[in-house]
């Protein structure tokens, strides 16, 4: 230690100030000397000015941190005998940081006391999720890349990195935010997956230990908030209330702030989305519209009615007449026209292009959409929360058809709207405001849902939503539409639950799938009649429009598709236990159970591409429906993986069905290959394995040996060459590769060359989605 001058306790004795390798290793710090030089602290000059913070930033284990910063105290002259920590019962005037120089300078004047005894901390759990940076750390650290930057000294680059950051545009700024708030949203998703864990519980119970015994060394006094700030520090609570400072996650609605507080930060997040879209789509050169720079009044309408067409049936958003309202309101105005009018009618119609795709072409369909978000921003979107409400959910839809993430900030913060400035279920059901609130918010659940169980996300929906929303005021007299918005949202919502409790083979147990097929019969048996497929396809079907009659089709696809949920982790275990002779058996559940449960979802699976070959041919069919290319693609993994099963059970007997409603599938997909990167990327991984599975199938029953002419009689089977036998060394690659689609459709574990989209890694490590940016 260097000895301090009595006479000046706050001030570094004028000596020669050692090398920062020679400090370090004589304190027995060595191993930081790596991580201190490359985060700018290259001399012990700039270590002198380091902060708390810094040292937790750098990982610096806390008996170590307090050796350096009694080292720095010594060298600046501060006995030994004060304390490192802030005295919390003075008078004086409290320090304006955190930093260990701040902390440690006191005044000469300040009476000395005795050292303060060592308070033990628990120890922190190496086994959960990290944290992640803030939205101004973040920066700070790419401002240090910056070679001008990073040549200053440490007190200057700080002063730099602040500066830097109060001058930043609020749109930049709400980049860094974005940023943040997304790994924010995923650390805590991380946490939640992680507290089901042994670990945690293991954790949990040695806190809880520790917790007792330190209140028994001090004689029953409290130390709750000891183990509480522990516990935040490790990352053990959800995110408080955003600053500017620090990234604004989804709120759980679980949280203690108010309504208000959650609907700011939910926005906040949802607006930083909207700039990142909006940057990419400008960045391109597109010009975006206005007052003065106006689309064709008519190609703008056939494009709005477009949309109301293609999902009005389906989910409610907007109804035309409200189309026309805001198109004389913009073409013909009587007043100046509010900013969320413009944002109103420019999105809709980039929607709406989606659907007609004759009517704008991309470059146009992006500059609208690009023009709605400029129009969209906090001071619009508390003028009228109800149209708010609506445009976040006509945006989150846009996204969703686009592929970027920001569907699901969209959706949220949508739901907390709902769920702060929602009227009373007590109030009228004739209240045509107050019904179209109930209504946007319903849509919202579904797709929140659709998210869920499509994408893996966690659902922000919670018991009381579906009692608001997923119940008719007024059954007696409920339109179709409204039946049909009704049951589209409860199937989804069982989806949703599906994913969640299955989203791991060890968790299909009977228990689990009993509950959830009681579910799945319940919602079945509750369908209204005039919805159920039967009551259709009678010889006197209710009148239905073209539009209620594809929607009714696609609420029975979408109950299918649950079912497929419900049984892929029992198919991929059956198709691993045939492949290693059922050393990978570990399920509750007998061989036998398992069978009867591969049928069923074969024959869902075959059901599904009969509704959908019903809608191709309806008139509604749009070549880039998400729900159509989804379910179709997924149709064909079940009926490819039920193929592929029969075949390694040596059993020819319904393969030709199964390939053959497969076929009908991939014919489904092909219509939307030249307009849906999506669905050419499916055909792409599809189509090798049909070919092959239909090769092998022709090849296991044998060719006839006479003329070709025999083929186009009845074949005789002594005509026929012995069956070729399936090796489980050929099975084995095209059923591994059914296996990883069947439980990862949405390309998670799927390298993709040359992709430089924005990847998010979800809880196993893996990329979250391959084509979502």
């Known amino acids: 230690m260097f000895s301090p001058c009595a006479d000046t306790p706050s001030?570094?004795?004028?000596?020669?100030?050692?090398?920062?390798?020679?400090?370090?290793?004589?304190?027995?710090?060595?191993?930081?000397?790596?991580?201190?030089?490359?985060?700018?602290?290259?001399?012990?000059?700039?270590?002198?000015?380091?902060?708390?913070?810094?040292?937790?930033?750098?990982?610096?284990?806390?008996?170590?941190?307090?050796?350096?910063?009694?080292?720095?105290?010594?060298?600046?002259?501060?006995?030994?005998?004060?304390?490192?920590?802030?005295?919390?019962?003075?008078?004086?005037?409290?320090?304006?940081?955190?930093?260990?120089?701040?902390?440690?300078?006191?005044?000469?004047?300040?009476?000395?006391r005795e050292k303060r005894r060592y308070r033990r901390h628990p120890r922190p759990d190496n086994n959960a999720p990290k944290k992640p940076k803030t939205a101004y750390v973040n920066f700070a650290d790419?401002?240090?890349?910056?070679?001008?930057?990073?040549?200053?000294?440490?007190?200057?680059i700080a002063k730099e990195v602040g500066r830097r950051w109060q001058h930043l545009p609020a749109d930049k700024k709400r980049m860094w935010e974005s940023q943040a708030a997304r790994a924010m949203q995923e650390y805590e998703a991380q946490m939640d997956e992680y507290k089901k864990t042994d670990l945690w519980r293991k954790y949990h119970a040695y806190l809880e230990e520790f917790k007792a015994q330190q209140a028994q060394a001090k004689n029953g006094k409290r130390v709750n908030g000891m183990v509480a700030n522990s516990l935040a520090r490790n990352g053990y609570s959800r995110a408080s209330s955003s600053s500017s400072d620090s990234p604004v996650s989804i709120p759980s609605s679980g949280s203690t702030r108010t309504e208000a507080e959650l609907c700011h930060g939910s926005l906040t997040l949802a607006l930083s989305e909207l700039v990142s879209l909006r940057g990419e789509i400008l960045g391109q050169g597109v010009r975006p519209y206005d007052e003065q720079h106006l689309p064709a009044e008519e190609l703008t309408r056939r494009a709005m009615y477009a949309f109301v067409r293609g999902t009005g049936s389906l989910l409610y958003m907007w109804t035309y007449t409200q189309v026309d309202e805001i198109l004389d309101r913009i073409y013909r105005p009587e007043k100046p026209v509010d900013a969320m009018t413009f944002a109103e009618c420019f999105t809709v119609a980039a929607m709406g292009a989606h659907y007609d795709l004759d009517c704008f072409p991309d470059r146009i369909r992006r500059a609208l959409y690009a023009s709605g978000t400029l129009h969209f921003h906090e001071k619009t979107a508390r003028i009228d929360y109800l149209r708010t409400m609506r445009l976040l959910l006509s945006m989150s839809f846009y996204a969703l058809l686009e592929k970027h993430m920001s569907a699901r900030y969209l959706v949220a913060a949508g739901l907390q709207i709902a769920r702060w400035k929602c009227p009373p279920p007590q109030?009228?059901?004739?209240?045509?405001?107050n019904e179209s609130w109930r209504r946007i918010f319903r849509s919202l659940i579904f797709m929140d849902s659709w998210l869920s169980y499509t994408l893996g996300y966690v659902s922000e929906v919670v018991p009381d939503d579906i009692a608001v929303a997923c119940t008719s005021r007024q059954p007696d007299i409920a339109t179709m539409d409204e039946l049909i918005h009704i049951q589209t949202s409860k199937i989804g919502l069982i989806a949703a639950e599906i994913a969640k409790t299955l989203v791991s083979a060890e968790l299909a147990t009977r228990e689990n799938i009993d509950m959830l097929n009681r579910k799945l019969e319940v919602w079945r048996m509750e369908v209204p009649t005039m919805l159920q497929i039967s009551?259709?396809?009678?010889?006197?079907?209710?009148?239905?429009?073209?539009?209620?009659?594809?929607?009714?089709?696609?609420?029975?696809?979408?109950?299918?598709?649950?079912?497929?949920?419900?049984?892929?982790?029992?198919?991929?275990?059956?198709?691993?236990?045939?492949?290693?002779?059922?050393?990978?058996?570990?399920?509750?559940?007998?061989?036998?159970?398992?069978?009867?449960?591969?049928?069923?979802?074969?024959?869902?699976?075959?059901?599904?591409?009969?509704?959908?070959s019903l809608i191709s041919f309806d008139g509604t069919f749009t070549r880039r429906c998400w729900l159509i290319i989804y379910w179709a693609f997924t149709a064909c993994i079940v009926l490819l993986f039920a193929a592929a099963t029969r075949l390694l059970d040596g059993q020819p007997d319904g393969v030709d069905e199964d390939l053959t409603y497969a076929k009908g599938c991939l014919d489904m997909l092909e219509p939307c290959r030249n307009y849906e990167p999506v669905a050419e990327r499916y055909l792409e991984i599809l189509w090798p394995l049909y070919d092959s599975l239909r090769d092998i199938h022709q090849r296991m029953l044998g060719r006839a040996k006479t003329s070709?002419?025999?083929?186009?009689?009845?074949?005789?089977?002594?005509?026929?060459?012995?069956?070729?036998?399936?090796?489980?060394?050929?099975?084995?690659?095209?059923?591994?590769?059914?296996?990883?689609?069947?439980?990862?459709?949405?390309?998670?574990?799927?390298?993709?060359?040359?992709?430089?989209?924005?990847?998010?890694?979800?809880?196993?490590?893996?990329?979250?989605?391959?084509?979502?940016?």
Not at 537 to 546: A, V
């Open 11 to 112: 001030s570094p004795l004028n000596v020669t100030p050692p090398s920062l390798a020679e400090a370090l290793e004589r304190l027995g710090l060595s191993e930081y000397l790596g991580t201190l030089t490359d985060n700018g602290f290259s001399t012990w000059e700039t270590v002198l000015d380091i902060t708390e913070d810094d040292l937790t930033a750098l990982n610096f284990k806390l008996g170590h941190r307090r050796t350096l910063q009694r080292e720095i105290a010594s060298f600046r002259g501060i006995p030994s005998s004060l304390s490192l920590e802030t005295d919390g019962t003075s008078t004086g005037p409290s320090s304006l940081s955190t930093s260990a120089l701040e902390t440690l300078s006191r005044s000469t004047s300040a009476p000395s």
């Open 142 to 156: 790419h401002l240090r890349t910056d070679p001008a930057i990073s040549s200053l000294s440490f007190v200057d």
């Open 427 to 433: 109030q009228s059901a004739l209240d045509t405001a």
């Open 535 to 612: 009551v259709m396809t009678s010889d006197n079907p209710p009148e239905l429009t073209l539009y209620q009659r594809r929607a009714i089709l696609m609420v029975h696809i979408m109950y299918l598709g649950a079912v497929l949920l419900l049984h892929r982790q029992l198919l991929i275990a059956a198709a691993q236990t045939q492949l290693t002779d059922g050393a990978l058996w570990n399920f509750d559940l007998s061989v036998d159970e398992v069978a009867r449960y591969r049928n069923e979802c074969a024959m869902a699976a075959q059901q599904m591409a009969r509704i959908l």
């Open 708 to 773: 070709i002419f025999s083929l186009l009689q009845s074949t005789n089977p002594a005509q026929l060459s012995p069956p070729i036998p399936v090796s489980k060394e050929e099975m084995g690659p095209i059923s591994e590769k059914l296996s990883v689609l069947l439980a990862d459709p949405f390309g998670r574990k799927q390298a993709m060359p040359g992709d430089t989209r924005r990847r998010i890694l979800s809880t196993d490590g893996s990329s979250l989605v391959f084509w979502f940016r």
